[in-house]
């Protein structure tokens, strides 16, 4: 018991701005950073949990993403809520690589986290490290899954939870985050009227903002699944890596994780070639990395039944690109037909009932495997990010 008490105390070192580098005290709570108004990443004494931070140690840990808890900032174990989040499964698609002309693929099956998407992971992280400094009451503008997910570990952490999303979001997530007694407001308008609504209702009733990369810890939920991966492959990396990106938190956490790992001694200096996955009908990075520009212009009207692509203004946006360019990644828009058609596919082809966002990077992988991108050697990890359950009765734009 001492050994998990000892690594659960290891905690954050101090918090980075990624615009400039200064560090900030992180037992306290912080939005964006002070100097440069951008995204704050939490960092670690890696030097003082290597000894006992090591893939060998991992074996026998609980099946969760807490197994990775010394590179994670909660220190209090009471503050943490255990539903399920994380260590999803990583399925070997031997039936669509074969269609897909690839070497292997692997689909990231995160629909099965406790509400259904891969938010759980940076809500339990975040929800529960704002409670450990202090906060009771916390807000966030969703697309809908961030939402439900805060509802469910602030339900579970007795943290009041204000969810603010667009109206013509899925009808059963407002019902699952009604369930989950979270605070519902639904806006006329996209995601940008709920971010403004929220900001509002931080400043008059001093609620904590969870605004996507706009506080330093869903990112840390994130990037644990770039430690999945990793493990789940015998500590080695994919070839590809394919990520439908709306705000982009687990795809710069997942290099946040690789940048880590490298620290710690469990992979060296190779990366996967990082592909951002977007819909047509709303493709800010996509536009921004086809024109050659460090950050995103924000998007205009959202046309996509795929919520999780509805993010108009991408605040971490130049984190996103620069991590495409480092990697040799691309950006690929994919149309709401072809994310449908793909979802039928994967079906078909797996067992696997994903949402249009995962279809969209099989989409992609096509995409991407036509334009020579990807190769017929290439191994590919591609990102499920929540249940199809969600998305029942809609249909393509």
């Known amino acids: ?24 005290e992180s037992e306290k709570l912080m939005g964006v950073s002070p100097c440069c108004t ?52 990583l399925v070997d698609a031997t039936r669509l690589a074969a269609r897909l002309g690839v070497g ?10 406790p509400t259904g998407s ?56 407002h019902e699952q985050i009604r369930a989950l007694g979270a605070e519902l407001h639904l806006l006329d308008g996209n995601v940008a ?38 493990e789940q492959l015998g500590f080695r990396l994919p070839d590809v890596i394919v990520y439908p990106t709306g705000g982009g938190t687990g795809f710069i956490g997942m290099w946040k994780a690789f940048d880590e790992m490298e620290r710690l001694g469990w992979i060296g200096p190779e990366r996967p070639r990082m592909v951002v996955v977007q819909a047509t009908g709303c493709q800010p990075i996509v536009r921004a990395w086809e024109q050659g520009a460090e950050t995103a212009e924000p998007w205009g009207e959202v046309r996509t039944y795929a919520a999780g692509f509805g993010a108009t203004r991408v605040f971490a946006d130049f984190l996103i690109l620069r991590i495409i360019r480092a990697s040799g990644g691309a950006a690929v828009a994919v ?13 078909k082809d797996t067992g696997l009932f994903i949402s249009p966002e995962g279809g969209a990077t099989l989409a992609a992988v096509e ?31």
């Open 193 to 230: 009227n709920s971010r403004q609504a929220v900001r509002e209702g931080v400043r008059q009733h001093g609620w904590f903002d969870l605004s996507t990369l706009e506080e330093p810890y869903r990112v840390e939920g994130k990037k644990t699944m770039g430690y999945e991966v990793v």
């Open 104 to 113: 292997r693929v692997w689909i990231k099956d995160e629909g099965q986290n």
């Open 38 to 89: 951008k995204p704050l990443f939490a960092r670690y004494d890696l030097e003082r949990v290597y000894p006992c931070f090591r893939p060998e140690g991992l074996r026998g840990r609980r099946p969760d993403l807490w197994r990775y808890e010394e590179v994670l900032p909660v220190r209090d174990v009471s503050c943490r809520a255990h539903l399920g989040e994380g260590f999803t499964p």
């Open 367 to 397: 995409c991407l495997r036509e334009r020579g991108l990807v190769s017929e050697d290439d191994e590919v990890v591609a990102f499920a990010t929540a249940s199809g359950l969600k998305y029942v009765g809609l249909r393509p734009l």
């Open 118 to 173: 891969f938010k759980d992971r940076g809500a339990s992280v975040a929800v529960a490290r704002a409670k450990e400094l202090g906060a009771t009451e916390v807000a966030i503008p969703t697309i809908g899954n961030g939402g439900a997910a805060a509802a469910a570990y602030g339900a579970a952490l007795d943290v009041a939870v204000h969810v603010f999303l667009p109206r013509d979001t899925p009808p059963a997530t």
């Open 335 to 347: 149309p709401d037909e072809a994310m449908a058609r793909w979802v039928e596919i994967v079906g």
């Open 1 to 24: 018991m001492r050994e998990t008490t000892e690594r659960a105390v290891a905690g954050t070192s101090h918090l980075e701005c990624t615009g400039c580098g200064q560090a900030w």
